[in-house]
């Protein structure tokens, strides 16, 4: 079964924190992407990676980073986390042959 | 630009019935279409894929027709259950630049009733 970790479910943290969610999957696959999920606003994506230091901005990758040294784990970097990006936040990572996506369980971050 | 849509944001039906669901997009060609359920607090589950060129697929109880003339896919959960009450997305994959990326329709949520 294709396994696909983030570090937390939950997380809270302070206005200006800088903020470190971590995704790690078991399938030596090369594509990844991490999206925030808001209601009403459905899946939005944030960045991807189709391979080592490889990385590709999506629709919304203001203010966040992201880092991929491994082929088995993305980072999403928040530099300076703002109550707006308050979210549940889902990382994927890419199948073959047909781009199926397989989601980690999600993080959902408040920032206060 | 490229557009998704799911029909409904919400959708109720009693126990037994077939649920329908549907999913239409513009702008794009796409190679073929994804079905994922998601519960909520988690994330979305893949359940499976049509391709440009199949009119119909069945997996158990789910049939997806993809019609690219329309531009339309059509979700059905036969003889559904309270077990299948979910946030259903549809999303597009592939076309003229196949970068792994989807476009994701905004769900429709499924609400089975016993």
């Known amino acids: 079964d294709v396994k696909v970790t983030q570090s937390s479910r939950y997380l809270v943290k302070r206005t200006g924190e800088k903020v470190f969610l971590e995704c790690v999957q078991d399938?030596?696959?090369?594509?990844m992407f991490w999206y925030r999920q808001d209601p009403g606003l459905g899946l939005r994506l944030i960045y991807f990676s189709y391979d080592v230091k490889m990385k590709e901005k999506g629709d919304i990758p203001e203010g966040y980073s992201v880092s991929r040294e491994k082929k088995e784990r993305f980072s999403l970097i928040l530099e300076s986390a703002s109550t707006n990006q308050t979210s549940m936040y889902l990382c994927a990572m890419g199948g073959r042959p047909h781009n199926e996506q397989f989601f980690g369980p999600g993080t959902r971050l408040t920032v206060l | 630009s490229q557009k998704i849509e799911q029909n409904s944001e919400a959708l109720n039906i009693q126990e037994g019935k077939t649920a329908t669901l549907t999913c239409n997009y513009t702008?794009?060609?796409?190679?073929?279409l994804q079905w994922y359920r998601q519960d909520p607090g988690r994330g979305p589950v893949f359940l499976l894929l049509i391709r440009e060129n199949e009119k119909e697929k069945r997996k158990e109880r789910l049939k997806v027709t993809f019609d690219t003339t329309l531009k339309q896919s059509l979700f059905h959960i036969t003889a559904s259950q309270p077990a299948d009450s979910a946030t259903y997305l549809c999303a597009l994959a592939g076309g003229s630049s196949n970068t792994g990326k989807l476009i994701f329709g905004q769900g429709t949520t499924l609400q089975v009733k016993p």
């Open positions: 399938m030596d696959h090369e594509n």
């Open positions: 702008n794009y060609s796409p190679a073929y």
